[in-house]
Every structure is written in C-alpha cells, then in structure tokens.
Nanobody, 126 residues
C-alpha cells in the first residue's frame, strides 16, 4: 500500500503563489505521480504528472505551475505561480507504479491511478 499526504493548500489572492507537497510512504509504487484538482460541481481534472524526467501539464496551467519530485525523500511538489480564481479547487496527489500511466495520452485520467491522498484546499480570491 502507498500512503499519500498532501499539504500546503491555503487561501491567497490572485497573482500569488503556493507550493503544494505530497509525501509518499509505504510501498513506494510511485513511478508515476500526478496532481489532480476538483472544484465543486466539476469533474476531477489532471493538473500535471511526472515520471522520471518527463512531465505533462494541463493547458490551463502551463507556464504557471511546475511539478517536481524529490525521489530520495519521495515527496512530490507542485509550485503554483500567478494563481487565478479559476485555480480554486481541492488538489489531490495521485500515484501508481507504472510509468506508462504518466504518458501523454494517459496521465490526465484519474481512473488510471490506484493511490490517492486526502486532498488540500487551494482558494484564490480576486
């Protein structure tokens, strides 16, 4: 089993920055890791993924968000800059053992991920 614990969510004004963290423990089947988000009344959507040196981003966050991973500590990060009110959502960390799930055609499908954190809330005010 893999346990994922997110932190770093907060309330900020538009234009501000936040860094989310996701600490993984247990069996470290985390070759593919990703951030998803879900706003009230909306479906869960992929934000960014990382496997090895390969990353993918949703078009809505490209140039503003950066995903990274400290493999030694098994911590996933999401640096979010120039935040917008539409970024307001619960942010979830997800992981799975298969790097192929982080491929271009797969990473944004939440059904592909076996392990999930409990989420951390990000609220951006205008």
């Amino acid at each position: 089993q893999v346990q994922l614990v997110e932190s770093g969510g907060n309330s900020v004004q538009a234009g501000g920055s936040l860094r989310l963290s996701c600490a993984a423990s247990g069996y470290t089947y985390t070759d593919c890791m990703a951030w998803f988000r879900q706003a009230p009344g909306k479906e869960r959507e992929g934000v960014a993924s990382i496997t090895g040196g390969s990353t993918h981003y949703a078009d809505s966050v490209k140039g503003r968000f950066t995903i990274s991973k400290d493999s030694a500590q098994n911590i996933l990060y999401l640096q979010m800059n120039n935040l917008k009110p539409e970024d307001t959502a619960m942010y979830y960390c997800a992981a799975d053992r298969y790097p192929v799930l982080c491929g271009a055609g797969s990473w944004s499908n939440p059904l592909h991920f076996a392990y999930w954190g409990q989420g951390t809330q990000v609220t951006v005010s205008s």
